[in-house]
């Protein structure tokens, strides 16, 4: 069950750098367990139903919008828009800048999906500053997930894939799709990014079974906003090399961690959760049936909000 509602205790934009400035939250007990809510997308922004996994008497729960993106300035969904200094190594540049601020000397993670790469790679690189980490929705950033979500899905839902695919020129549909999309959603009129946005995130919806549309889709700047840096992380492959997660997840062996996956998530097609645990020594994976790309399922939750009371506890 989700732990009440809360508002944040203190919030504040914090300036990056690159002309970018980050919106940032804390939440819960000031003096409590440092928790640092990594979001989706690329480019979702924070869920304030994200703080409801936390016991808030225990934890001091830090939320961030990533550059680009929710509250955060310059906003992708502005009619014009440069992506140039927004990569995977500026967004963990940007929580080791926020973690000073707010002096926290080591966080619990929490993501999923999009979340849960960033949280693997600032995992990798920062070791000594994560306490625990707890995923959903299970992705590292090997090509081959990247290249299910663009088009290996097509076979399992093709309306939706054909209508995807005819949302780019003739000559690009055999390409690269979320390169030949984000041609589309950079370009100046307004008529063609916001159509392209339409079209990409009509495909998104298309490719989840058993979740509900997003209803945020229906905002043309969310929607402009989330294609925008989604097709821009996706056409540069995540900015990271292919399988570079995988192949280091032994270093994380002495962080806790559990790793939460619906067995009707499209991820368990090319094999991310157990590769995941197997390569990370002491991590613990729970399947649930009947779930999928989802944290509204009352079995995700159950399971998530344990792993947080749980490591509640370690201090």
């Known amino acids: 069950m989700l ?12 300036d990056v750098g690159d002309g970018h400035r980050i919106y940032w939250e804390t939440c819960g007990n000031p003096d409590g367990k440092p928790a640092l809510v ?19 008497a225990r934890y001091r729960i830090v939320l961030a919008d990533q550059r680009g993106c929710g509250r955060s300035t310059p906003h992708a969904g502005a009619p014009v828009a440069d992506l140039s200094a927004n990569t995977t190594d500026h967004l963990i540049a940007d929580f080791e800048l926020l973690r000073t601020r707010l002096g926290i000397e080591k966080w ?40 299910m979500l663009i088009r290996g899905l ?8 054909a209508k995807f695919r005819e949302g780019v020129p003739e ?18 009129d307004p008529a063609v990014h916001h159509q392209a946005a339409k079209d990409w995130c009509a495909w998104e919806d298309a490719m989840l079974p058993g979740v509900p549309p997003h209803d945020v889709f229906e905002a043309p700047a969310y929607r402009l906003c989330f294609a925008r840096l989604v097709t821009h992380y996706f056409s540069n492959r995540v900015f990271l090399q292919d399988g570079e997660i ?25 094999g991310t959760p157990w590769l995941l645990h197997h390569a990370w020594p002491g991590s613990e994976l729970v399947m649930l049936d009947d779930v999928g790309h989802t944290v509204s399922a009352a079995s995700m939750q159950e399971v998530l909000i344990g792993a947080t009371d749980r490591f509640a506890l370690r201090g």
Request: net charge negative; charged share 20%.
């Open 154 to 161: 097509g076979a399992y839902f093709p309306d939706g894939f």
């Open 171 to 188: 000559s690009e549909r055999d390409g690269d799709l979320s390169a030949a999309y984000h041609r589309l959603l950079m370009d100046p």
């Open 3 to 14: 732990y009440p509602e809360i508002e944040p205790y203190e919030h504040g934009m914090l």
């Open 108 to 147: 619990l993670l929490f993501g999923g999906s999009w979340g849960s790469v960033l949280s693997l790679a600032y995992a990798l690189r920062h070791t000594e500053r994560v306490s625990e980490i707890v995923l959903m929705g299970l992705a590292t950033d090997r090509f081959i997930e990247v290249e």
């Open 246 to 270: 995988l192949r280091q997840a032994g270093k994380l062996a002495g962080i806790p961690a559990v790793l939460a996956q619906g067995v009707l998530d499209t991820s368990n097609l090319v």
């Open 38 to 56: 990594v979001h989706g997308g690329p480019g979702s922004g924070c869920s304030e139903n994200v703080r409801r996994f936390f016991d808030p």
